[in-house]
């Protein structure tokens, strides 16, 4: 398994942006496919976006597309989330994931992912 660390998380007025990292440590981060997921109170966890491990393909929530952009650097065994146009209904605690396979959708179930990171809060205020 990868060891995963999110970061970058923090509190924006809406229409602004934030960039979301997840480091990752241990196996062969190139050999994983990332995902990023979201929880709101009260709500399920959710699937954002996903990325192959070569970064070559990747895969959107209707609710973000347009707005966010995932990549990867597998030189710095980073997975980034930029996240601009920021609305309040993007509030949640943000995860990275990885899993053991090429590539990631949002039909991916969940029991794939090997990995997740603890979390990163974002908060957008109106």
């Known amino acids: 398994q990868v060891q995963l660390v999110e970061s970058g998380g923090g509190l924006v007025q809406a229409g602004g942006s934030l960039r979301l990292s997840c480091a990752a440590s241990g196996r062969t981060f190139s050999m994983y496919a990332m995902g990023w997921f979201r929880q709101a109170p009260g709500k399920e966890r959710e699937f954002v976006a996903g990325i192959s491990r070569s970064g070559g393909r990747t895969c959107y929530a209707d609710s973000v597309k347009g707005r966010f952009t995932i990549s990867r650097n597998n030189a710095k065994n980073t997975v980034y989330l930029q996240m601009n146009s920021l609305k309040p209904e993007d509030t949640a605690v943000y995860y990275c994931?990885?899993?053991?396979?090429?590539?990631?959708?949002?039909?991916?179930?969940?029991?794939?992912?090997?990995?997740w990171g603890q979390g990163t809060q974002v908060t957008v205020s109106s």
């Open positions: 994931a990885a899993a053991y396979s090429g590539y990631v959708t949002d039909m991916t179930p969940v029991d794939e992912y090997d990995s």
